[in-house]
Structures are given as C-alpha cells and as structure tokens.
C-alpha cells in the first residue's frame, strides 16, 4: 500500500506501524487504545510523524477541513480500484 510505504519512510522515531489490514478502512489506535478512522486517522498518523507534517495533521481539528477531508478520504475509498490503476498501486487487501 503506497501510504504505509509513504508513512513508514517519514516515520523516523518509529512511532507509527502501518500494516496493511481486512478491513475497508484506515483505523489508527495509540497504546492507550484511543481510536480513529478514516480521514481522522490519516491526520493522526500525520501528527505522529511529527515535523511539518504534524502541522498537517492538525488542521483536521478545523471544521471545514475536516469536513472536506472527510468527504475525500470517502471518494477516495468508493473508488480505490479504479485510482489503484491510476497510481499504479493495487490494495493491499
């Protein structure tokens, strides 16, 4: 999946693991067990990295980002094979 390769690349405190999983959308969880999907874990993950991507991350926290973005990541996830074609990237699911 190309964004766990992405994540893991800019990951460097190794705080983020991304595995591929079965089910149809992204989950991310901290060791405490707080849990976000979708977009919110896209931005989560993002935070996690840290550096000028934690600053994207939070700008999540704005309605109408996270508005935007939420009606994005669900376009995106409606029509991921067909783009899988596109980005030369199949799912790895």
Same mark, same amino acid.
């Given at each position: 999946?190309?964004?766990?390769?992405w994540?893991r690349?800019r990951?460097r405190?190794? !705080?983020?693991?991304?595995? *591929?999983?079965?089910i149809p959308e %992204? +989950?991310? @969880?901290?060791? #405490?067990?707080? !849990?976000?999907?979708?977009? *919110?874990?896209v931005?989560?993950? %993002? +935070?996690? @990295?840290s550096? #000028?991507?934690?600053?994207?991350?939070r700008l999540y926290r704005?309605?109408?980002?996270?508005?935007v973005?939420?009606?994005?990541?669900?376009?995106?996830a409606?029509h991921?094979?067909?783009l899988?074609g596109v980005?030369?990237?199949p799912?790895?699911?």
């Amino acid at each position: 999946m190309r964004w766990a390769r992405w994540l893991r690349r800019r990951d460097r405190a190794g !705080r983020v693991l991304a595995v *591929a999983g079965r089910i149809p959308e %992204l +989950v991310a @969880v901290a060791p #405490g067990g707080e !849990r976000w999907t979708r977009a *919110a874990a896209v931005n989560r993950a %993002l +935070v996690e @990295v840290s550096g #000028g991507w934690g600053v994207v991350g939070r700008l999540y926290r704005w309605p109408a980002v996270g508005w935007v973005e939420d009606r994005v990541y669900s376009w995106v996830a409606r029509h991921r094979r067909a783009l899988a074609g596109v980005w030369g990237d199949p799912p790895e699911m």
